[in-house]
Protein backbone atom coordinates (compact mmCIF):
# COMPACT_ATOMS: atom_id res chain seq x y z
CA UNK A 1 0.00 0.00 0.00
CA UNK A 2 0.81 3.41 -0.97
CA UNK A 3 2.09 5.54 1.94
CA UNK A 4 1.46 9.49 2.04
CA UNK A 5 3.25 13.07 2.96
CA UNK A 6 0.78 14.56 5.63
CA UNK A 7 0.63 17.67 6.98
CA UNK A 8 -1.52 18.79 9.58
CA UNK A 9 -2.01 22.43 10.19
CA UNK A 10 -3.31 23.55 13.75
CA UNK A 11 -2.41 20.56 15.21
CA UNK A 12 -2.22 21.74 18.89
CA UNK A 13 -6.10 23.08 18.89
CA UNK A 14 -8.90 20.58 20.05
CA UNK A 15 -9.64 19.89 15.81
CA UNK A 16 -5.78 19.08 14.99
CA UNK A 17 -5.42 16.72 18.10
CA UNK A 18 -8.41 14.90 16.77
CA UNK A 19 -6.64 14.76 13.11
CA UNK A 20 -3.79 13.05 14.99
CA UNK A 21 -5.25 10.91 17.17
CA UNK A 22 -7.46 9.75 14.45
CA UNK A 23 -4.97 9.37 11.70
CA UNK A 24 -3.41 6.86 14.37
CA UNK A 25 -7.12 5.07 14.79
CA UNK A 26 -7.62 4.67 10.95
CA UNK A 27 -3.76 3.22 10.63
CA UNK A 28 -3.58 6.28 8.00
CA UNK A 29 -0.83 5.48 5.19
CA UNK A 30 1.41 8.25 6.86
CA UNK A 31 4.52 8.31 5.31
CA UNK A 32 5.75 11.36 6.94
CA UNK A 33 4.16 13.21 9.18
CA UNK A 34 4.53 17.16 9.55
CA UNK A 35 2.67 19.12 12.03
CA UNK A 36 2.84 23.20 11.97
CA UNK A 37 0.62 25.26 14.40
CA UNK A 38 1.07 29.05 15.19
CA UNK A 39 4.24 30.97 16.07
CA UNK A 40 3.71 30.45 19.88
CA UNK A 41 2.97 26.95 19.56
CA UNK A 42 6.58 26.49 16.95
CA UNK A 43 8.41 24.12 19.23
CA UNK A 44 5.95 22.07 21.06
CA UNK A 45 6.57 18.23 21.30
CA UNK A 46 3.15 16.64 20.15
CA UNK A 47 2.96 12.69 20.14
CA UNK A 48 1.65 10.73 17.24
CA UNK A 49 1.34 6.89 18.42
CA UNK A 50 4.74 6.13 19.42
CA UNK A 51 6.49 8.99 18.00
CA UNK A 52 7.40 12.73 19.33
CA UNK A 53 7.21 15.44 16.37
CA UNK A 54 8.41 18.86 16.96
CA UNK A 55 5.75 21.78 15.46
CA UNK A 56 6.82 24.35 13.21
CA UNK A 57 5.71 27.60 11.96
CA UNK A 58 4.38 27.81 8.88
CA UNK A 59 6.67 29.16 6.15
CA UNK A 60 7.44 29.68 2.65
CA UNK A 61 8.11 26.35 0.87
CA UNK A 62 7.16 24.52 4.09
CA UNK A 63 5.01 22.41 2.25
CA UNK A 64 7.23 21.21 -0.41
CA UNK A 65 6.86 17.46 -0.82
CA UNK A 66 3.30 17.21 0.98
CA UNK A 67 1.00 15.39 -0.24
CA UNK A 68 -2.23 16.01 1.71
CA UNK A 69 -2.49 18.72 4.11
CA UNK A 70 -5.54 19.08 7.04
CA UNK A 71 -6.30 22.00 7.85
CA UNK A 72 -7.77 23.27 11.44
CA UNK A 73 -6.66 26.70 11.88
CA UNK A 74 -8.66 28.84 11.37
CA UNK A 75 -9.96 30.60 8.08
CA UNK A 76 -6.91 33.41 8.06
CA UNK A 77 -4.31 30.56 8.24
CA UNK A 78 -6.35 28.98 5.31
CA UNK A 79 -7.26 32.14 2.97
CA UNK A 80 -3.36 32.41 3.05
CA UNK A 81 -1.58 29.34 3.40
CA UNK A 82 -4.11 26.40 1.58
CA UNK A 83 -3.19 27.91 -1.85
CA UNK A 84 0.17 27.64 -0.82
CA UNK A 85 -0.21 23.89 0.46
CA UNK A 86 -1.78 23.83 -3.01
CA UNK A 87 0.60 25.02 -5.36
CA UNK A 88 3.06 22.57 -3.94
CA UNK A 89 0.93 19.88 -5.03
CA UNK A 90 -1.12 18.98 -1.80
CA UNK A 91 -4.55 17.92 -1.61
CA UNK A 92 -5.95 20.22 1.27
CA UNK A 93 -9.15 19.33 3.22
CA UNK A 94 -9.67 22.54 5.01
CA UNK A 95 -12.21 22.21 7.85
CA UNK A 96 -12.59 26.63 8.40
CA UNK A 97 -15.10 28.37 6.23
CA UNK A 98 -12.89 29.93 4.25
CA UNK A 99 -13.41 28.07 1.26
CA UNK A 100 -16.70 25.93 1.17
CA UNK A 101 -18.99 28.62 -0.42
CA UNK A 102 -15.88 29.40 -3.38
CA UNK A 103 -17.28 27.88 -6.56
CA UNK A 104 -15.04 25.80 -7.47
CA UNK A 105 -13.86 24.22 -4.37
CA UNK A 106 -15.73 21.04 -3.37
CA UNK A 107 -17.48 21.04 -0.14
CA UNK A 108 -18.06 17.09 0.53
CA UNK A 109 -19.66 14.96 2.99
CA UNK A 110 -17.81 11.50 1.70
CA UNK A 111 -20.84 9.18 2.40
CA UNK A 112 -22.99 11.12 0.03
CA UNK A 113 -21.00 13.85 -2.67
CA UNK A 114 -17.68 12.30 -2.98
CA UNK A 115 -18.06 12.76 -7.10
CA UNK A 116 -18.26 16.85 -6.75
CA UNK A 117 -14.56 17.02 -6.22
CA UNK A 118 -13.30 17.17 -10.11
CA UNK A 119 -9.76 18.17 -8.97
CA UNK A 120 -10.32 21.46 -10.79
CA UNK A 121 -9.18 22.75 -7.35
CA UNK A 122 -6.99 20.98 -4.52
CA UNK A 123 -8.86 22.75 -1.60
CA UNK A 124 -11.56 20.67 -0.45
CA UNK A 125 -13.43 22.20 2.25
CA UNK A 126 -15.01 20.23 5.06
CA UNK A 127 -18.83 21.39 6.13
CA UNK A 128 -19.75 23.38 9.32
CA UNK A 129 -20.31 20.07 11.84
CA UNK A 130 -24.19 21.20 12.03
CA UNK A 131 -24.14 20.87 8.29
CA UNK A 132 -22.24 17.52 7.92
CA UNK A 133 -24.71 15.44 10.24
CA UNK A 134 -28.28 17.21 9.13
CA UNK A 135 -27.11 16.22 5.26
CA UNK A 136 -26.57 12.68 5.84
CA UNK A 137 -30.01 12.10 6.56
CA UNK A 138 -31.59 14.46 4.53
CA UNK A 139 -29.50 12.96 1.07
CA UNK A 140 -31.50 9.47 1.26
CA UNK A 141 -34.79 11.33 1.97
CA UNK A 142 -34.19 13.89 -1.16
CA UNK A 143 -33.11 10.52 -3.22
CA UNK A 144 -36.34 8.78 -2.29
CA UNK A 145 -39.04 11.63 -1.90
CA UNK A 146 -37.55 14.52 -2.80
CA UNK A 147 -37.28 17.87 -0.33
CA UNK A 148 -39.11 20.71 -0.59
CA UNK A 149 -38.63 22.27 2.24
CA UNK A 150 -35.83 21.93 5.63
CA UNK A 151 -36.14 23.90 8.83
CA UNK A 152 -33.14 23.70 11.32
CA UNK A 153 -32.98 24.06 15.18
CA UNK A 154 -29.82 23.28 16.54
CA UNK A 155 -28.56 22.57 19.84
CA UNK A 156 -24.76 22.77 19.73
CA UNK A 157 -22.31 21.56 22.61
CA UNK A 158 -19.85 24.29 23.97
CA UNK A 159 -17.05 21.96 22.20
CA UNK A 160 -18.23 23.29 19.08
CA UNK A 161 -16.74 26.94 20.46
CA UNK A 162 -12.84 25.02 21.18
CA UNK A 163 -10.96 25.06 24.29
CA UNK A 164 -12.09 28.25 24.92
CA UNK A 165 -16.13 26.59 25.12
CA UNK A 166 -15.34 23.72 26.94
CA UNK A 167 -13.48 25.62 29.90
CA UNK A 168 -16.18 28.28 29.50
CA UNK A 169 -18.67 26.15 30.96
CA UNK A 170 -16.20 24.26 33.41
CA UNK A 171 -15.68 27.43 34.74
CA UNK A 172 -19.08 28.54 35.19
CA UNK A 173 -19.81 25.31 36.91
CA UNK A 174 -17.37 26.11 39.44
CA UNK A 175 -19.39 29.02 40.10
CA UNK A 176 -16.73 31.59 37.93
CA UNK A 177 -18.19 34.13 36.12
CA UNK A 178 -17.89 33.33 32.07
CA UNK A 179 -15.24 34.76 30.02
CA UNK A 180 -16.05 33.46 26.20
CA UNK A 181 -19.70 33.36 26.52
CA UNK A 182 -21.87 36.69 26.87
CA UNK A 183 -23.96 34.84 29.51
CA UNK A 184 -23.23 31.69 31.71
CA UNK A 185 -23.63 28.93 29.41
CA UNK A 186 -23.90 26.73 32.59
CA UNK A 187 -27.40 27.93 33.35
CA UNK A 188 -28.81 28.52 29.92
CA UNK A 189 -28.78 27.99 26.50
CA UNK A 190 -27.69 30.83 24.10
CA UNK A 191 -29.56 31.37 21.03
CA UNK A 192 -26.66 33.17 19.24
CA UNK A 193 -23.47 30.83 17.45
CA UNK A 194 -21.27 33.66 15.62
CA UNK A 195 -22.09 36.82 14.92
CA UNK A 196 -25.80 38.46 13.82
CA UNK A 197 -26.22 39.69 10.21
CA UNK A 198 -28.41 42.56 9.22
CA UNK A 199 -31.15 40.05 8.26
CA UNK A 200 -31.44 38.58 12.17
CA UNK A 201 -29.53 35.31 10.99
CA UNK A 202 -26.40 34.73 12.63
CA UNK A 203 -23.45 33.46 10.40
CA UNK A 204 -23.67 29.73 11.84
CA UNK A 205 -27.20 29.86 10.52
CA UNK A 206 -26.43 31.24 7.02
CA UNK A 207 -23.38 28.94 6.76
CA UNK A 208 -26.35 25.60 7.53
CA UNK A 209 -28.70 27.35 4.85
CA UNK A 210 -25.94 27.53 1.66
CA UNK A 211 -24.05 24.39 2.71
CA UNK A 212 -27.36 22.09 2.81
CA UNK A 213 -27.79 24.10 -0.93
CA UNK A 214 -24.51 22.81 -2.27
CA UNK A 215 -23.97 19.65 -0.70
CA UNK A 216 -27.45 18.20 -1.81
CA UNK A 217 -27.46 19.84 -5.22
CA UNK A 218 -30.25 22.11 -4.85
CA UNK A 219 -29.38 26.21 -4.97
CA UNK A 220 -32.84 27.24 -4.35
CA UNK A 221 -33.97 25.00 -1.75
CA UNK A 222 -36.00 26.72 0.96
CA UNK A 223 -33.80 26.14 4.41
CA UNK A 224 -33.90 28.11 7.38
CA UNK A 225 -31.93 27.80 10.84
CA UNK A 226 -31.78 28.83 14.29
CA UNK A 227 -28.28 27.56 16.19
CA UNK A 228 -28.05 27.72 19.85
CA UNK A 229 -25.07 26.65 22.15
CA UNK A 230 -26.20 24.12 25.26
CA UNK A 231 -24.52 23.53 28.68
CA UNK A 232 -23.65 20.21 26.62
CA UNK A 233 -19.67 19.39 26.62
CA UNK A 234 -19.68 17.59 23.50
CA UNK A 235 -21.48 16.31 20.36
CA UNK A 236 -24.43 18.36 18.90
CA UNK A 237 -27.87 17.62 17.93
CA UNK A 238 -30.37 19.28 15.42
CA UNK A 239 -34.06 18.70 15.02
CA UNK A 240 -34.58 18.61 11.57
CA UNK A 241 -38.84 19.38 9.84
CA UNK A 242 -38.63 18.30 6.42
CA UNK A 243 -41.78 19.14 3.69
CA UNK A 244 -41.03 16.06 1.72
CA UNK A 245 -42.40 16.14 -2.62
CA UNK A 246 -44.05 13.05 -2.33
CA UNK A 247 -46.28 10.98 0.52
CA UNK A 248 -44.71 8.46 2.27
CA UNK A 249 -44.92 5.86 5.41
CA UNK A 250 -42.84 6.38 8.88
CA UNK A 251 -41.67 2.81 7.55
CA UNK A 252 -40.63 3.97 4.21
CA UNK A 253 -38.50 6.74 5.99
CA UNK A 254 -36.66 4.73 8.82
CA UNK A 255 -35.73 2.30 5.76
CA UNK A 256 -34.16 5.43 3.87
CA UNK A 257 -32.48 6.30 6.91
CA UNK A 258 -31.25 2.89 7.78
CA UNK A 259 -29.85 2.52 3.66
CA UNK A 260 -27.43 5.94 4.18
CA UNK A 261 -23.77 4.67 5.12
CA UNK A 262 -23.28 6.66 8.38
CA UNK A 263 -26.14 6.60 10.05
CA UNK A 264 -27.55 4.73 13.06
CA UNK A 265 -31.41 4.81 13.78
CA UNK A 266 -32.56 4.96 17.46
CA UNK A 267 -35.74 4.96 17.17
CA UNK A 268 -37.60 3.18 19.93
CA UNK A 269 -39.41 6.11 21.89
CA UNK A 270 -41.29 4.15 24.46
CA UNK A 271 -38.30 2.74 25.85
CA UNK A 272 -36.25 6.43 26.01
CA UNK A 273 -34.39 4.65 22.75
CA UNK A 274 -33.58 7.76 20.92
CA UNK A 275 -30.47 9.80 20.14
CA UNK A 276 -28.40 11.42 23.36
CA UNK A 277 -25.46 13.29 23.21
CA UNK A 278 -23.47 10.33 25.39
CA UNK A 279 -24.40 7.93 23.01
CA UNK A 280 -22.43 9.63 19.81
CA UNK A 281 -19.22 10.76 21.86
CA UNK A 282 -16.10 9.52 20.42
CA UNK A 283 -17.85 7.55 17.23
CA UNK A 284 -18.45 9.03 13.90
CA UNK A 285 -22.17 7.66 13.31
CA UNK A 286 -24.83 10.10 12.61
CA UNK A 287 -27.33 9.03 15.19
CA UNK A 288 -31.82 9.60 14.29
CA UNK A 289 -34.36 9.24 16.17
CA UNK A 290 -37.85 10.88 17.47
CA UNK A 291 -38.89 10.00 13.57
CA UNK A 292 -42.66 11.30 13.14
CA UNK A 293 -45.21 13.07 11.08
CA UNK A 294 -45.06 16.64 11.26
CA UNK A 295 -48.66 17.43 11.93
CA UNK A 296 -48.54 20.92 10.55
CA UNK A 297 -48.02 19.68 6.55
CA UNK A 298 -49.47 16.46 4.61
CA UNK A 299 -46.02 15.83 3.71
CA UNK A 300 -43.96 17.18 6.42
CA UNK A 301 -41.16 14.54 8.54
CA UNK A 302 -39.91 15.36 11.82
CA UNK A 303 -36.60 14.10 13.04
CA UNK A 304 -33.36 14.38 15.74
CA UNK A 305 -30.04 13.58 14.97
CA UNK A 306 -26.69 13.79 17.39
CA UNK A 307 -23.29 13.59 16.29
CA UNK A 308 -19.65 13.98 18.04
CA UNK A 309 -19.30 17.74 16.57
CA UNK A 310 -15.45 16.82 16.78
CA UNK A 311 -15.11 13.88 14.87
CA UNK A 312 -18.01 13.38 12.69
CA UNK A 313 -18.49 17.41 12.27
CA UNK A 314 -14.43 17.94 11.95
CA UNK A 315 -11.65 15.90 12.22
CA UNK A 316 -13.36 12.42 11.31
CA UNK A 317 -14.94 13.98 8.52
CA UNK A 318 -11.74 15.13 6.71
CA UNK A 319 -9.65 11.78 6.90
CA UNK A 320 -12.67 10.26 5.58
CA UNK A 321 -12.61 12.53 2.70
CA UNK A 322 -8.93 11.82 2.11
CA UNK A 323 -9.62 7.93 2.80
CA UNK A 324 -12.06 7.91 -0.24
CA UNK A 325 -10.29 10.21 -2.60
CA UNK A 326 -7.02 7.93 -2.05
CA UNK A 327 -9.32 4.69 -3.12
CA UNK A 328 -11.21 6.78 -6.10
CA UNK A 329 -7.39 7.35 -7.11
CA UNK A 330 -7.90 11.08 -6.54
CA UNK A 331 -4.80 11.53 -4.57
Same mark, same amino acid.
Given at each position: MKKYDVAVVGATGLVGSTFLKLLWEYKFPINTLTLFASEKSAGKKVKYGDSEYTVKKLEKGCFDGVEIALFSAGGSVSKEWAPEAEKSGAVVID /????????????? !???? +? /? $? /???????? +? @???PNCSTIQSVLPLKPLNDVFGIKRVVYSTYQAVSGSGMKGKNDLARTLKGEAPEFYPYNISETCIPQIDVFEDNGYTKEELKMVNETR? !? $?? +??? $??????????? @?? /?????? +???? $?EKPFTLEEVKKAFESQEGIKVLDDPKNSIYPVSTVANDNDLVYVGRIRRDLSTANGILFYCVSDNIRKGAAANAIQIAKALIKEGKI
Open positions: /NSSAWRMVKECAL !IVPE +I /N $L /NHFDGARK +I @VANK !I $LG +IPD $LPVSATCVRVP @VM /NAHAVS +IMVE $L
